[in-house]
């Protein structure tokens, strides 16, 4: 059984699976790799105190045992035209799966994120569209999936608090670094060109 130890500063939900250490210094790598991607080691380095090399090392580790799962660059929706921001509780039929309802949402690249969540609806989808038109086509055809029984949306008038990736600089106590996918506000655009640069 995989060994679970909590970091200092990630309070209980510190990532520690599959018997590898998550210390201080890869906390600070991963916030560096949070807040650029395209840092390179030597700047990782010399930000938290550590050789190219041995920053290179621990990327290394943390992307083999999945605490870092890719590289990607954040796109303003408004630049692509998608104006609009809603969230979509979905309510449906039977037992369907979250595998299932995954599947099925994913298949729709105006869905930016979605969640299984506590209360009456199934999940939660946050949804960007060009306007008000276009996000009520999405869901029209979200709707029209055989699992789902009704939906209940509601659109962003506008953002108070917005935070790009998983450990806000300042973030302490309990469940804190749980920004997990937060419905992911800002769309990323997976690129996954794999290590930062030398």
């Not at 060994?3 to 939900?13: F, K, Q, T």
């Not at 906390?27 to 010399?46: F, H, M, P």
């Not at 920053?55 to 870092?68: E, N, P, S, Y």
């Not at 935070?163 to 990323?188: K, M, V």
């Amino acid at each position: 059984m995989p060994c679970r130890r909590v970091v200092p500063g990630l309070g209980s939900g510190g990532w520690q699976d599959r018997g590898v250490a998550f210390d201080e210094l890869d906390q600070r790598i991963v916030g560096a790799l949070v807040e650029n991607a395209r840092a390179t080691y030597s700047e990782i380095g010399g930000r938290i105190g550590l050789s190219a090399p041995a920053v290179k090392r621990r990327v290394d580790r943390l992307r083999a045992t999945g605490a870092i799962t890719g590289f990607s660059a954040r796109v303003n929706p408004a630049a692509l035209g998608w104006t609009t921001e809603a969230y979509v509780e979905l309510f449906c039929r039977g037992r369907t799966s979250p595998a299932d309802i995954g599947a099925a949402v994913g298949k729709y690249p105006e869905v930016t994120g979605a969640a299984t969540i506590t209360g009456e609806a199934d999940a939660l989808l946050h949804i960007r569209a060009a306007d008000v038109r276009h996000f009520e086509r999405v869901v029209e055809r979200i709707s029209a999936e055989p699992f789902v029984v009704r939906t209940r949306s509601v659109i962003v008038l506008s953002r108070l608090v917005s935070r790009d990736g998983f450990l806000p600089s300042g973030a302490d106590g309990p469940g804190a670094p749980d920004i997990l996918e937060d419905l992911r506000r800002n769309r990323a655009i997976q690129d996954n060109f794999g290590n930062p640069g030398c």
